[in-house]
């Protein structure tokens, strides 16, 4: 059983530019949630998206974004890129929200912003 | 604003002791709990979830659930330099529709 993929691996930007991040859920699960890990701030929710809705979301500008999409696979976009934007961002997925809400997080994407 | 509480630490546990480590929440409707292990440079997993008040015990683990403490806690018994890790204290709430608020996490040095 295929885990959730994360592309790219590994990325580069300058400030000013926008990047667009790509996650494709196990089989079967509807839900896909995104974070932002960084060695001072932890894991910080991002949003989360059910059944191509986006249930939640967390305090990030609206330079974040995402979606989507029907066969659950989701993107997330980040534009006008900034230094502190430099992070680990881990896509995870599950069933769907409820109780038991268990995530799978993928191998994650980094990105440096120079 | 919902928070969930653990000491950064690092906690450091001889080989072959319990570990211990602690959480708290803020938010009184939180009915879901969640223990997850970060090893350095991965991605979390899933230890353990609890629901109920008292123990959960799966092999070397056991969580702990005291609602009316608002208290979370993950015992490691035995420990090996492999648990060295850190863990998220994680709670879900029907309040908040469900969403997901992880503490910080503690990270756990075990030593040989």
């Known amino acids: 059983k295929a885990g959730v993929t994360q592309t790219p691996r590994y990325l580069i930007k300058t400030r000013g530019q926008q990047v667009t991040l790509s996650c494709s859920p196990i089989?079967?699960?509807?839900?896909v949630s995104w974070y932002q890990q960084t060695p001072g701030q932890g894991l910080q929710f991002l949003f989360e998206y059910f059944s191509e809705t986006q249930r939640n979301k967390g305090n990030f500008p609206g330079r974040f974004s995402g979606r989507q999409f029907s066969n659950s696979r989701s993107e997330m976009n980040v534009s006008t890129l900034e230094l502190g934007d430099s992070a680990l961002y881990l896509c995870a997925s599950s069933h769907g929200p409820g109780r038991a809400n268990v995530l799978t997080f993928g191998a994650g994407s980094r990105l440096t912003v120079l | 604003q919902k928070e969930v509480e653990q000491n950064s630490g690092p906690l450091s546990v001889p080989e072959g002791a319990i570990a211990s480590l602690n959480c708290t929440y803020s938010?009184?409707?939180?009915?879901?709990f969640f223990w997850y292990r970060q090893y350095s440079g991965k991605s979390p997993e899933l230890i353990m979830s609890?629901?109920s008040n008292g123990d959960k015990e799966d092999g070397r683990f056991t969580a702990q659930l005291n609602k009316a403490s608002q208290y979370v806690s993950l015992l490691i018994r035995d420990s090996q330099p492999s648990d060295s890790a850190t863990y998220l204290c994680?709670?879900?709430?029907?309040?908040?529709?469900?969403?997901?608020?992880w503490g910080a996490g503690t990270k756990l040095i075990i030593k040989p």
């Open positions: 089989s079967g699960h509807r839900s």
């Open positions: 994680v709670a879900s709430s029907t309040v908040s529709n469900y969403q997901l608020i």
């Open positions: 609890i629901y």
């Open positions: 938010d009184r409707g939180s009915q879901s």
